[in-house]
Structure formats: C-alpha cells, structure tokens
C-alpha cells in the first residue's frame, strides 16, 4: 500500500514563498500521476496541481498559474510545489495524493486521486 506524507508548511506573509514536499512509499509506487489539493476553512477541496510522474507534464488551476510550480523527483517518490507570491487566498491545507488504479484522464478531480496524506498547513498573513 502507497503511503504519502506532506511537509513544509507554514506562516509566511504574502508575497513571501514556500515550498511543499511530499514523499511516498511504497512497495509498488509507480503513479501515473500525482497532485496538491487545498481546503480552506468551510470550502471544498480544491485542485492545485499535477504532474505526470513519467513524463514530467505539468497542470495548474488557473488561480495558481504563474505562481506555483510543481516538479518531481523520481528517484526520491517525492513530489515537491514551490508556492511563489502567496496571497491571503492561499492559505489553506494543502494535501498531495496518488492517482487511482486504472488511472482517470481528469487529473483535477479529487475522485482521480487515492492514497491521500494529512495535509500540511498553509497560512498566509496579509
């Protein structure tokens, strides 16, 4: 069973940087894809970004595009968002997951997603 761990948030003020790392393990860890999500208080979680964990292809919601860069190392299982710019609006748990077996082509779905971890707080100070 894949296992993923979230780290790196924090308080930061906005304009200032983070960046999120998330490591899984598994025996058998080989994701078509991985993603971040974030749910702020009383909203739904939403999508944030993916990445193909071959290829390296990179998708964004239109609300971080520009700003957050998501990337993968491979080597490590490790997939890391570096948030540039933050907002207020940005603050949030931002929770990563694997895609599910047989993947879905909507990759923003949270339904797309399965081995979720426990998130890791984002809070930005305006």
């Known amino acids: 069973q894949v296992q993923v761990a979230e780290s790196g948030g924090g308080l930061v003020r906005a304009g200032g940087s983070l960046r999120l790392s998330c490591a899984a393990s598994?025996?058998?860890?080989?994701?078509?894809?991985m993603g971040w999500f974030r749910q702020a208080p009383g909203k739904e979680r939403e999508f944030v970004a993916a990445?193909?964990?071959?290829?390296?292809?990179?998708y964004y919601a239109n609300s971080v595009k520009g700003r957050f860069t998501i990337s993968r190392d491979n080597t490590k299982n490790t997939v890391y968002l570096q948030m540039n710019s933050l907002k207020s609006e940005d603050t949030a748990v931002y929770y990563c997951?694997?895609?599910?077996?047989?993947?879905?082509?909507?990759?923003?779905?949270?339904?797309?997603?399965?081995?979720w971890g426990q998130g890791t707080q984002v809070t930005v100070s305006s």
């Open positions: 990445i193909t964990w071959k290829s390296g292809s990179t």
């Open positions: 997951a694997t895609s599910r077996s047989p993947p879905s082509i909507v990759l923003s779905f949270s339904s797309a997603y399965a081995n």
């Open positions: 598994g025996r058998t860890f080989s994701p078509e894809y």
